[in-house]
């Protein structure tokens, strides 16, 4: 069965969203909440990837966790049957957490592909150290990441944050999930959208409340900064953001509310 698509253009530049499926988590992921405010058991999110084609470039952002995360999410990986038809010329990893780059897993997967991760992100992710260096709890998710990374390496370039991939098509720094997390920026024909990658989790929860912090962030002030300094210029330029764990296809405007925001799905 084929996955859910979105296709919409920003100018000259073509855009197609995949549903990646969906993630069922303990509300306990999301901390800093005001008081009041109730999650309930659990939190739901989505799972979105894009195809940009822009001038000569077919680029895919992240590949989703095709079969990697199944036995414990058994509703992502949803678009990966479709994505393996897929020929991009190049690939950006917004970050490396496995539900980002799980299509790698596959040694099969897009041969010849240059993917471009950050240096920050690259270094900190395949330091040959960093499984002594995490929690026991979280050692197997470092060892695939860096297994999945070796099988890559001869094909990866890395960048400072910042880089031009295609006319209209730039990288731009978004660190606090990730060492180098990093998104993408469309802009053509006076038309413009930023995919924030994980930046923003959840549109209902942090929103309404951008200090709310997530488990899987690296540094969660730094997340925190970077959420509400997005989300300031988005309502304030009226920018469209696209985020991967939006309910699909996870692209809207940003409206402010006082202190807070509210998202408008397009």
Known sequence: ??????????????????????????????????????????????????????????????TGSAKAL?????????????????????????????????GFADPAAFAGVTIHVAAAEWGFWTNPDLPGLVPEENRPMVEMIQSVAAGIADRVVTHDGAAELAPGVTLAPLPGHTPGHTGVQLQSGGQELLIVSDAVISEQIQMAQPQV????????????????????????????????????????????????YRFQPV
């Open 213 to 260: 912090t997530y488990a899987l962030d690296g540094d969660a002030a730094a997340a925190v900064a970077t959420r509400q300094t997005l989300l300031a210029e988005a309502a304030t330029k009226g920018t469209p953001i696209a985020a991967t764990h939006f309910a699909f296809p996870g692209v809207g405007t940003v409206v402010a509310e006082g202190q807070a």
């Open 1 to 62: 069965m084929s996955a859910r698509v979105h296709d919409m253009k920003i100018g000259e530049i073509d855009l197609r969203i995949f549903d990646d499926g969906r993630f069922t988590l303990p509300a306990a992921y999301f901390g800093n909440l005001p008081e009041g405010m109730e999650l309930g058991d659990q939190v739901e999110i989505g799972a979105n990837l894009w195809l940009i084609r822009s001038g000569d470039r077919v680029i895919l952002v992240d």
């Open 70 to 102: 199944k036995a414990r999410f058994p509703e992502t990986g949803a678009a990966w049957g479709d994505l393996r038809g897929v020929q991009p010329t190049d690939i950006v990893l917004t970050h490396m957490h496995a539900d980002h780059l799980g």
